[in-house]
């Protein structure tokens, strides 16, 4: 017995030294373990001659690590132990089915602006979609292809500069496809619905590493899934999305800060501006955040109000009169091209709120009307916290208001997205500071408090996650939709197209 059991310590201790020998040849070149001591060195060698020219594979002794790593989210970051970086398409499949054989996880990083608190399990590759920036106009301009590392202010800038517009988010800073998979709302929604409702044909990668053509005539079952759970599901190398006309050549924008006093009077009349879902196609999007202004309050936070119009200051006018009548600190405007429209209203690349290298406490709510005693009550403990703990003071609540119409066209059972109908605002707090561990257990109780404000500010209602703003810990129907048919339908693409989780790093819908 003890023969057998030093023999069987033997054979482990062989076997580990051989994992551990690099480079080790598996077995038909597939390995049914981790290689635990696979370096960035052994995969460039492995990996590298598979790859085309100009991709790269680099680990944290590289110069390129700090930039390339960096997320937007820096709480419970993943343990990322390589970056691959592939210059083309064709490359993907090949990294998909390197880490395959090899047991790693990879985790598809374009902008790495995810909120999500919950990706401190991930441990393995990163793959960058960095290189693959291109956008094709398709020739009678009514589709243009775009790489899966597009991102929004690229995008904004180029189809501008050639007479189109297209659906994007509105932050200049993060990728078309984080926020795409998951739905996308930015400032063209109220007249061409989410990014998802534009999405006509994606190349995806999927867990195996086959490379798929996804449509309406070609796995019309997986189009619907990406619509809104799409980071479930697979790598989308390129998409071909719906752009249209530059209609207009300048937007117009006013942006107010106003001080505590004025709060109730703001949100009655942004109220009274939405009037239930009904906000003006070209008032396409409104945006209020409490924040520290230090030139104005060292002790209570300001309320700053952004509003953009596609069209003139003449035609915008009517619908900010109302704004104008509250007693501002500061008002300022302008009539600039679309692309500076970010910029100018506090969502541009230069922005604080694009920063990277934060801890990010993250909690949201939709609601059809803002309530104002609740928006009181949020207030008054964003301040308090901001006193008792100054190094959170790059902190922010945001509160969003978007025209609807073009979203709630949409037939709500043709994608996955599930919250057409269920919110005319969005609202999420950012509780932000540089990483500091100890700073962790007050931040997710003022999280927690927060976000509990806002629930009981609206009882009866269920609470709605919007799948980009989700922390990780929301219920899972709150994130896909309350209707079972839904989940079932999500779970059985799942066993599909992913059948071991591949893809279950960003609001996994099979949590296990
Ligand atoms: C500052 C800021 C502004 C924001 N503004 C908006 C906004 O205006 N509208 C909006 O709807 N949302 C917005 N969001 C939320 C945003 O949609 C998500 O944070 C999104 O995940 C960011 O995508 P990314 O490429 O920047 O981040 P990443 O961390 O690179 O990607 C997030 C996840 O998306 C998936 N992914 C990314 N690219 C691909 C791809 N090519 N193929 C497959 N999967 C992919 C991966 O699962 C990845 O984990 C904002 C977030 C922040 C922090």
Redesign the pocket.
């Known amino acids: 017995m003890v023969r057998l059991f030093s023999l069987a310590a033997l054979s482990l201790t062989l076997l580990q030294s051989l994992v551990t020998a690099s480079p080790f040849p598996c077995l038909n070149g597939h390995c049914s373990y981790t290689r635990a001591n696979l370096t960035p060195e052994i995969v460039a060698r492995e990996l590298g001659p598979q790859l085309s020219r100009n991709s790269s594979i680099f680990g944290p002794d590289d110069a390129r690590w700090v930039e390339a790593t960096t997320?937007?989210?820096e709480y419970n970051r993943p343990h990322i132990s390589m970056v691959v970086e592939p210059a083309r398409e064709d490359d993907i499949p090949k990294i998909v089915k390197y880490a395959n054989k090899n047991s790693l996880d990879f985790?598809?990083?374009?902008?790495?602006?995810?909120?999500?608190g919950f990706?401190g399990n991930f441990s393995g590759i990163q793959i960058s979609?960095d290189l693959?920036r291109d956008i094709t106009i398709n020739k009678g301009g009514k589709t243009a292809w775009f790489?899966?590392?597009t991102?929004?202010q690229q995008v904004i800038d180029e189809l501008f500069e050639q007479g189109y517009v297209a659906t994007?988010?509105?932050?200049s800073?993060?990728?078309?496809?984080?926020?795409?998979?998951?739905?996308?709302?930015?400032r063209y929604q109220g007249r061409y619905g989410?990014?998802s409702d534009n999405l006509v044909t994606l190349h995806?990668v999927l867990a195996d590493g086959t490379a798929i053509t996804v449509s309406e005539k070609s796995h019309p079952d997986l189009l619907w899934a990406m619509k809104g759970a799409?980071?479930?599901?697979?790598?989308?190398?390129s998409?071909e999305l719906n752009i249209y006309p530059r209609l207009v050549d300048t937007w117009y924008y006013r942006n107010y800060v106003w001080t505590q006093d004025k709060l109730e009077t703001v949100f009655e009349e942004i109220n009274r501006f939405h009037n239930n879902g009904t906000e003006p196609v070209d008032m396409a999007y409104e945006v209020g955040v409490y924040t520290m202004n230090y030139s104005v309050s060292s002790t209570e936070a300001v309320i700053w109000w952004s509003f953009a119009y596609s069209g003139s200051q003449e035609d915008a006018q009517k619908y900010l009169t109302p704004f104008d009548n509250i007693e501002a600190v500061s008002v300022e405007d302008g009539n600039v091209p679309y692309p500076e429209i970010p910029g100018r209203t506090g969502?541009g690349l230069d922005d604080f709120?694009?920063s990277p290298g934060y801890d990010?406490m993250v909690a949201q709510v939709g609601t059809f009307t803002w309530n104002v005693t609740t928006q009181r009550q949020v207030y008054d403990l964003f301040n308090q916290k901001i006193q008792e703990q100054p190094a959170m003071n790059r902190s922010s609540v945001t509160m969003?208001g978007y025209s609807t119409e073009g979203v709630r066209a949409v037939d709500a059972r043709t994608s996955g997205f599930p919250w057409r109908d269920a919110y005319n605002h969005l609202g999420f707090i950012?509780i932000a500071y540089p990483p500091d561990a100890s700073l962790d257990e007050f931040a997710l109780e003022w999280r927690v408090q927060h976000r509990d404000l806002w629930n009981q500010g609206q009882p009866g209602r269920l609470p709605t996650t919007?799948v980009?703003?989700a922390w990780g810990d929301e219920p899972i129907e709150s994130v896909y939709g309350y209707e079972p048919w839904r989940l079932e339908k999500l779970r059985s693409l799942k066993a599909k197209y992913d059948p071991h989780g591949r893809?279950n790093?960003?609001n996994p819908i099979t949590r296990g």
């Open positions: 997320r937007y989210q985790l598809t990083v374009n902008r790495g602006h995810s909120l999500s990706n979609m693959l790489q899966g590392g991102y929004d994007t988010g509105s932050c800073c993060v990728g078309m496809m984080g926020p795409g998979l998951g739905g996308g709302h930015g989410l990014i995806v799409g980071h479930n599901f697979g790598i989308v190398t998409f969502s709120v694009c990010h969003e950012t919007y980009n703003y893809f790093h960003y």
